[in-house]
């Protein structure tokens, strides 16, 4: 039978392998340089998504305080308002007013124990004491 296929030289063949090597070297490359672009990708992406989650608690904590402020704007806008601020705040009092203060007396004596002592005492005393 004949052969069909030439015989390359060494040196050829040597080029040849050669080319292969730094092909597959340029894929390798071109693998890894992907696969690290995808891995910045989603490290990137986990930051944004906490970056939002952390806008979004600070925009509630501002919608809470502009709730509160507008709350006490409007209690200000009127004059009943305004005076509670301001008796509030300074302890002022209209003419012929006069401030109250509520003392509590303790008590004289204190209380026997007439339940006799001990545990089956004290909870006899506490569930009949009329």
């Given at each position: 039978?004949?052969?069909?296929?030439?015989?390359?030289?060494?040196?050829?063949g040597l080029t040849h392998f050669f080319l292969r090597l730094g092909g597959a070297l340029l894929l390798l490359c071109i693998t890894l340089g992907a696969v690290k672009a995808a891995w910045d990708m989603y490290g990137r992406l986990a930051m944004a998504a906490q970056g939002q989650q952390e806008a979004a608690a600070e925009l509630a904590d501002m919608e809470k305080e502009h709730a509160r402020v507008s709350t006490s704007v409007q209690e200000l806008?009127?004059?009943?308002?305004?005076?509670?601020?301001?008796?509030?705040?300074?302890g002022l009092v209209k003419?012929?007013?006069g401030v109250v203060q509520i003392v509590?007396?303790?008590?004289?004596?204190?209380?026997?124990n007439n339940g006799g002592g001990g545990f089956f005492g004290r909870l006899f005393?506490?569930?009949f004491s009329w």
């Open positions: 039978m004949r052969e069909f296929k030439k015989r390359r030289s060494s040196r050829a806008s009127s004059s009943r308002g305004q005076e509670e601020l301001v008796r509030e705040r300074y003419p012929g007013e509590h007396n303790a008590p004289t004596s204190t209380p026997s005393h506490t569930l």
